[in-house]
């Protein structure tokens, strides 16, 4: 006699029961996801310091100028984007590992997710105010 899976009753194990996590194949997206940006990150950092380093002893008007090129202003909010997903990922990883009550982890599950979505917004509108001259 054999289970769905091809082993025997006797081999089977409690993963088989887990839900929703690890076993249950979320993991392997969740580590991709983080890969993934970390990878985006490498260039967009790059790009980030450079336009820093081109904006340092400007005024507010030359700085105004360099910011509303619609190449700089993408550059930033890809960069914006990119780095506060990679952020929201990273510390859900350490929410998960070091959080062991189930009130408090999904409490700060929550406020990770709302805290990284304000500053993506905060950043994102402040990018498209100096773009735009609004």
């Known amino acids: 006699m054999t289970t769905a899976g091809g082993l025997p009753p006797r081999y089977r194990t409690a993963l088989r029961q887990v839900r929703g996590l690890g076993s249950a194949r979320s993991g392997t997206d969740h580590f991709w996801r983080q890969r993934l940006t970390a990878v985006a990150n490498v260039p967009l950092v790059i790009a980030f310091v450079l ?25 930033l909010l890809l960069f914006v984007a990119s780095v506060t997903y990679h952020m929201r990922l990273g ?3 350490i929410i998960e590992d070091y959080v062991h009550q189930d009130l408090p982890k999904l409490v700060l599950l929550i406020a990770n997710t709302f805290f990284t979505a304000a500053v993506a917004f905060g950043c994102g509108y402040a990018i498209l105010k100096l773009s735009f001259g609004v």
Not at 51 to 75: D, E, T
Request: aromatic share 0%.
């Open 51 to 75: 336009i820093v380093v081109l904006l340092m002893g400007r005024n507010h008007a030359a700085a105004v100028q360099i910011i509303g090129s619609p190449v700089v202003a993408i550059i």
């Open 91 to 93: 510390m859900q990883v």
